[in-house]
């Protein structure tokens, strides 16, 4: 058995042991470990958070004083938390009405497109989903807040990078040991969100055939 698929399985059976939803819990982790993006107390927008293993990971690093909203496409089941709520909605046509003028700590997004098989086309969706987490970010993220953002690697990605770089202090990219070294997915960690995040920068038009 390959290394990359015994690491795998070692991250799946964890997760069931722990009582994790997904071995996504374990992306989190590494990335909150090394890069201390969650903090007691804080209040925290999960977007994209079904089955529910971020809210989960991100319920018991806040503490009971902190809180969490999930929002996915999906319905998440009851998580029984106390500190963790949970939205049905596309992201997309979230009403920032909901959260009542409320500001948030971190943003988190781990959300992925329908995968279609075609690299360019699922990295695009992907970059696009991101833009939104972004301009949500610029909206309800508190002066000097985290936003994590997962993305599928391609032509879009530097400047996506670069976007992430004029609006918060230090934006990286990581790779956590869960996620599958063949996959593309990786994640951006930005800390130190900048008073000014307040504009959209201007995304260049699609290349004809880019799969946009
Ligand atoms: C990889 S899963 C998230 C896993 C989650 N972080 C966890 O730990 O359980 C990606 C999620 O993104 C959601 N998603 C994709 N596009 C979305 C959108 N426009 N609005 C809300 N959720 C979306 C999908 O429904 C899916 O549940």
């Given at each position: 058995m390959?290394?990359?698929?015994?690491?795998h399985?070692?991250?799946?059976r964890?997760?069931?042991?722990?009582?994790?939803?997904?071995?996504?819990?374990?992306?989190?982790t590494?990335?909150?470990?090394?890069?201390?993006?969650?903090?007691?107390?804080?209040?925290?927008?999960?977007?994209?958070?079904?089955?529910?293993?971020?809210?989960?990971?991100?319920?018991?690093?806040?503490?009971p004083?902190?809180?969490?909203i999930?929002?996915?496409?999906k319905?998440?089941?009851?998580?029984q938390?106390?500190n963790?709520?949970?939205i049905?909605?596309?992201v997309?046509?979230?009403?920032?009405?909901?959260f009542?003028n409320?500001m948030?700590?971190?943003?988190?997004?781990d959300m992925?497109?329908?995968?279609?098989?075609?690299r360019?086309?699922?990295?695009?969706?992907?970059?696009?989903l991101?833009?939104?987490?972004l301009?949500?970010?610029?909206?309800?993220?508190?002066?000097?807040?985290?936003?994590?953002?997962?993305?599928?690697?391609?032509?879009?990605?530097?400047e996506?990078?670069?976007?992430c770089?004029?609006?918060?202090?230090?934006?990286?990219?990581?790779?956590?040991?869960?996620?599958r070294?063949?996959?593309?997915?990786m994640?951006?960690?930005?800390?130190?969100?900048?008073?000014?995040?307040?504009?959209?920068?201007?995304?260049?038009?699609?290349?004809?055939?880019?799969?946009?």
């Open positions: 390959s290394s990359q698929r015994v690491l399985d070692h991250f799946f964890e997760a069931k042991r722990n009582g994790y939803r997904s071995r996504a819990a374990y992306k989190l590494e990335i909150d470990d090394k890069r201390s993006i969650l903090r007691k107390k804080d209040f925290v927008l999960d977007l994209g958070a079904a089955p529910g293993s971020w809210l989960q990971v991100a319920s018991k690093r806040v503490g004083r902190g809180k969490i999930g929002v996915d496409l319905e998440i089941d009851n998580l938390l106390d963790v709520t949970t049905q909605e596309d997309t046509e979230l009403s920032l009405e909901t009542e409320e948030f700590d971190v943003v988190l997004s992925a497109p329908s995968t279609t098989g075609n360019t086309i699922d990295h695009h969706g992907s970059v696009r991101c833009h939104t987490a301009d949500i970010a610029a909206t309800l993220l508190k002066p000097k807040g985290n936003l994590v953002m997962k993305v599928l690697e391609g032509g879009a990605y530097k996506l990078l670069e976007r770089e004029t609006c918060f202090s230090v934006a990286k990219g990581f790779k956590p040991k869960a996620s070294a063949i996959s593309t997915e994640f951006v960690v930005c800390t130190g969100r900048k008073e000014d995040m307040t504009k959209p920068m201007d995304i260049a038009p699609p290349r004809p055939g880019s799969g946009w």
